[in-house]
């Protein structure tokens, strides 16, 4: 659940369907809506909180819709590149509806399913203060460094879902080359127009891309850490799967990479996830790796995960953004590390705080099941890893 980031939010009764209001300025504490609702994660926790303490009136029923009221905290510029696809455009929707968000700049390609103009036009209907602005890039003719300045000025979060998706057996690195361009192109307009943003990437494969823009932000004598690798996708479906087996919330921390076997659930770390038994570990380890495939699969060639992603990516903001108002906030992410010590980058609880990534966070305690894990996917996180620098290595930023 990432209940702050909605304009609408669902809750689920413990099997009454009853429809309550909480409304902050009459609630105490959390333990009022726990007393009606099933337990929640920290993260969700996190989330209802910074809700309600904005003044958000929740209105929830089993199954049912609850409108978010947005009030006066909004203070933060975001730009979604690649608003009017599969994951920007209902990504769009939480940004716009988010109570710390201002102002929300959308820039897509001229070539995209819905134009980028009509997304913004259909987001400005949704009530708030929130501003909201659109930049379309003709293909093959315009540079976002050239032509994306007044979407990029000011911004203190971009969000990059871009590049092309992952088709059914495609492996990712056939996606690097050309993915990798895409992100440069964003990259260097972020450089020139807003070099103190957090950039957050959702661009195939990450375990590369990553690596690859911060070490061109180091190289433009910019800070890595501002290049933020999305993950949250990977805490997400391990909480929902376990949810599924135990029937309770969970809190999974996910640490090392964001594809395949560099996928390491903690499963052990967390309360809930804990109570299952050694002997399904395997299994569920395994799941949590393939999710991606299992979407595309089911997607039959006509894209990947889509909403998931953008639920993820909303969590995600939401940590940043608490983070830059001032209140350390904690999630995974992917970035510059040293974590594990052969391994540059690499994906761990992260503190956003008001300078964006603050603190990098060692793993803790893994059992012998997580140790053999992480042993397996160092060698193929740092193949991954130095793609991405040799792509660096090879290419600069425009200016």
Request: glycine content about 10%.
């Amino acid at each position: 659940m990432c209940s702050v980031l909605l304009a609408f939010i669902s809750f689920a009764s413990v099997g009454q369907g009853r429809r309550v209001q909480y409304d902050s300025q009459g609630a105490n504490s959390l333990a009022q809506v726990s007393s009606e609702f099933s337990p929640l994660s920290a993260a969700s926790t996190r989330s209802l909180t910074s809700s309600l303490t904005r003044g958000a009136t929740v209105v929830a029923a089993a199954g049912g819709m609850a409108g978010v009221r947005k009030t006066t905290d909004a203070q933060f510029k975001v730009c979604v590149v690649g608003g009017a696809g599969g994951i920007g455009q209902p990504l769009s929707l939480f940004v716009a509806s988010h109570a710390l968000v201002k102002e929300l700049s959308i820039v897509d390609l001229n070539i995209s399913a819905v134009p980028v103009d009509g997304v913004a036009a259909d987001l400005a209907h949704v009530e708030g203060p929130t501003k909201i602005t659109s930049t379309a890039l003709n293909l093959g003719e315009d540079k976002a460094i050239d032509k994306a300045g007044d979407a990029l000025s000011g911004c203190n979060v971009v969000l990059v879902p871009a590049g092309m998706p992952r088709k059914p057996g495609q492996d990712r690195k056939d996606l690097m080359n050309v993915n990798a361009d895409i992100a440069k192109g964003t990259l260097e307009a972020c450089a020139k127009y807003c070099p103190d943003a957090v950039v957050g990437l959702i661009v195939n494969p990450v375990n590369s891309i990553v690596p690859a823009m911060a070490e061109l932000y180091k190289k433009a004598g910019l800070d890595p850490l501002k290049i933020v690798g999305i993950t949250t996708l990977d805490c997400v479906r391990s909480n929902k799967f376990v949810q599924e087996i135990l029937g309770e919330p969970a809190d999974v921390t996910v640490v090392g990479g964001h594809a395949g076997k560099t996928i390491l659930p903690l499963l052990s770390q967390d309360v809930v996830a804990s109570k299952i038994p050694a002997a399904d570990i395997p299994a569920l380890d395994e799941r949590i790796q393939n999710a991606g495939t299992e979407v595309v699969q089911a997607k039959a060639g006509r894209g990947s995960a889509t909403l998931s992603m953008a639920f993820a990516a909303a969590r995600f903001l939401d940590a940043v953004l608490e983070g830059l108002s001032g209140k350390p906030t904690t999630e995974c992410a992917y970035v510059q590390s040293s974590v594990v010590p052969s391994l540059p980058y690499f994906s761990s609880k992260v503190v956003f705080g008001k300078n964006g990534v603050e603190k990098v966070l060692p793993i803790g305690d893994i059992t012998d099941h997580e140790k053999a894990r992480l042993d397996e996917l160092i060698p193929i996180l740092k193949e991954e890893i130095d793609m991405g620098l040799e792509y660096a290595e090879a290419n600069e930023f425009a200016k």
